[in-house]
C-alpha cells in the first residue's frame, strides 16, 4: 500500500490515533501513539525514539533511533467507538542516518529471507500458537500473593460446550482477527485442562512474525474483555502438557511451486526439503535458545507431555522433533514440515530467523536426513537413542545459551547486536532463576534438613 492510499484508507476509516508498533529483542510489544494528523509525516520521515530504554537496541549515549512505518502492516484494531477507531501499524526500526538498525529483530528476519531469496525461495510459515485461559482470581488472593493459575474449564482436546466462556472468548478472538485483516482458520480446545489453541492461514515468514505479534496481542486482549487472563508462558501448570508454537515450514520457487514437493518421493519430500530437515537437525540445540528461549521453555521440553526432547523427524509421529504432515492427493502447494519444540514466549522474528538460517545451511551443505523414526521416541531406551545416533534437546536454558554461543550459523543469522543483546538478557535470566529459593526447595528440605 503507497503512503497515498494508506492516508486514503485511515480518512475512510474515521481513525482517529495511529499505534506504531515494534519489538524488542525479547519479543515485547512495544508501541507509540501519534494522531492521524501527524501519519503523513511520520511515513515521510518516521518518527524519533529513544532507543536506549528498550531492551537490546542502544546504549545511552547513542540512543536515538527512528520508526519507520510498513504500511502493509496497516490494520484497524478491535472495539471502540466508530468514531474514534485506532489503527495499528508495525515499524522497521532505522539508525540516525536512515540505515536499518540491525538489532531490530524484524530486521534480523529481513536479511535471512534476502539470504533465501538470493537462492530463489520465499520462505514460508505457519505457526500455531497454544495458550491457558485462567480466571484473574484477584479477589481470591491476598495482596501481595502472586497471582496463581486458576482453570476457567475442566475441557480437554477438541471439546466442544456452547455454554463454555471459552467458545466464545475464542469466537472473539476470531472475529477480531478477521477485523484485522487476518485468516483465521481454527480454533480448538487443546489437550490441558483451560489450554486453547488458535491458528492463522500460513504466509511469508515476515507477514507470519507480524502475525504473531497481533495474534498475542489480540488473544489477551479479548480474554481481559471476558474477565480472563491469556498466558504464553510454555509450562504454567505442573503434571500437564504446555503451551507449544508448532511452526509448519515451505519454501516456494520464484514461479509460486512449492519446493518441498517432490511427485517421485515416497513421501513427496523433495530432496531440498529432506536438506532443510537435516539443517534444521543438525542445529537444534542451538536452535532451541531461540525458539525456546525463557527458563520455563524447558519445563514443557520434557518426555511425556507430548512435547519433542529427542532430535529426530518423522512423517506424522508427533514425538519426533520435525513432523512431515500426510501429503493428500491434489494439495502439492501444502507439502510442509512442521518444528515443534518453538513455543510462544520466542520473538517470532528472531525464531524464524535461526530457523530459515539452519535450513537453508542444510541445503547449502546438501546434509541428508537420517532416517525418520516412526515409532514413540520416549519408548527407546539411552542405548539404543545412542547406536541410532538420536541425540537430545537441552535440558535448560543454560545449555541452550552454550550451544547457541558454539553455532556458527545461528550466530551469524542473528547478528553481533542482536545475539549480545540476546544473550545477556537471557544469562540475567538464568542466573536470576538459579539463585531463587523455591516452594518446592522449601517443601521438600525446609523441616526434613
Known amino acids: 500500500m503507497e503512503a497515498r492510499e494508506l492516508l486514503s484508507r485511515a480518512e475512510r476509516d474515521g481513525v482517529e490515533f495511529v499505534n506504531l508498533q515494534f519489538t524488542d529483542v525479547l519479543g515485547t510489544l512495544k508501541s507509540v501513539t501519534i494522531t492521524v494528523g501527524?501519519?503523513?509525516?511520520?511515513?515521510?520521515r518516521g518518527v524519533w525514539f529513544d532507543g536506549s530504554s528498550i531492551e537490546g537496541f542502544a546504549r545511552i549515549h547513542e540512543s536515538d533511533m527512528v520508526l519507520h512505518p510498513d504500511a502493509r502492516t496497516y490494520c484497524l484494531l478491535p472495539g471502540g467507538a466508530p468514531e474514534r477507531r485506532q489503527a495499528r501499524l508495525i515499524c522497521d526500526v532505522h539508525?540516525?542516518?536512515?540505515?536499518?538498525?540491525?538489532?531490530?529483530?524484524r530486521q534480523v528476519l529481513r536479511r535471512a529471507l534476502r539470504a533465501a531469496d538470493r537462492l530463489g525461495y520465499t520462505y514460508?510459515?505457519?505457526?500455531?500458537?497454544?495458550?491457558?485461559l485462567f480466571k484473574k482470581n484477584s479477589g481470591a488472593r491476598e495482596p501481595g500473593l502472586p497471582l496463581r493459575p486458576v482453570p476457567h474449564d475442566v475441557g480437554g482436546y477438541f471439546d466442544f460446550s456452547p455454554q463454555d466462556l471459552a467458545s466464545e472468548v475464542r469466537a472473539d478472538i476470531m472475529r477480531a482477527l478477521t477485523e484485522q485483516g487476518m485468516r483465521a482458520e481454527t480454533a480448538h480446545h487443546e489437550v490441558a485442562t483451560a489450554q486453547h489453541e488458535i491458528d492463522v492461514c500460513y504466509a511469508d515468514a515476515l507477514t507470519a512474525a507480524d502475525n504473531v505479534m497481533t495474534l498475542r496481542h489480540t488473544i489477551k486482549a479479548m480474554a481481559a474483555a471476558h474477565d480472563l487472563y491469556a498466558t504464553f508462558m510454555p509450562k504454567p501448570v505442573y503434571g500437564i502438557n504446555g503451551s507449544g508454537m508448532h511452526v509448519h515450514q515451505s519454501l516456494f520457487d520464484r514461479e509460486g511451486r512449492n519446493a518441498f514437493f517432490a511427485d517421485g518421493d515416497s513421501h513427496k519430500l523433495s530432496t531440498l526439503a529432506r536438506q532443510f530437515v537435516a539443517g534444521q537437525l543438525a542445529h537444534a540445540r542451538a536452535l532451541a535458545a531461540v525458539v525456546a528461549p525463557t527458563v520455563n521453555s524447558y519445563k514443557r521440553l520434557t518426555p511425556g507431555y507430548e512435547a519433542p526432547v529427542y532430535i529426530c523427524w518423522a512423517h506424522i509421529n508427533r514425538s519426533a522433533l520435525i513432523r512431515v504432515p500426510q501429503y493428500s492427493p491434489g494439495r502439492e502447494q501444502s507439502m510442509r514440515v512442521e518444528l515443534r519444540c518453538p513455543d510462544p514466549s520466542a520473538n517470532?522474528?528472531?525464531?524464524?530467523?535461526?530457523m530459515l538460517a539452519a535450513g537453508l545451511d542444510g541445503i547449502g551443505r546438501k546434509l541428508s536426513a537420517p532416517d525418520p523414526v516412526e515409532e514413540d521416541v520416549y519408548d527407546i531406551d539411552g542405548p539404543q537413542l545412542g547406536?541410532?545416533?538420536?541425540?537430545?534437546?537441552?535440558?535448560t536454558l543454560e545449555e541452550a545459551l552454550a550451544a547457541l554461543q558454539e553455532d556458527v550459523v545461528i550466530?551469524?543469522?542473528?547478528?553481533?547486536?542482536?545475539?549480545?543483546?540476546?544473550l545477556r538478557a537471557k544469562r540475567a535470566e538464568w542466573d536470576d532463576y538459579r539463585i531463587q529459593v523455591t516452594d518446592w526447595e522449601l517443601e521438600r528440605y525446609l523441616e526434613r534438613i
Open 38 to 44: 501527524a501519519l503523513e509525516e511520520a511515513l515521510a
Open 95 to 105: 539508525l540516525p542516518d536512515d540505515r536499518p538498525f540491525p538489532g531490530d529483530p
Open 124 to 132: 514460508n510459515a505457519g505457526p500455531e500458537l497454544e495458550f491457558f
Open 348 to 354: 517470532p522474528y528472531l525464531a524464524f530467523a535461526a
Open 387 to 395: 547406536a541410532r545416533g538420536i541425540g537430545a534437546l537441552p535440558g
Open 411 to 422: 550466530c551469524e543469522a542473528l547478528g553481533s547486536h542482536a545475539l549480545e543483546a540476546f
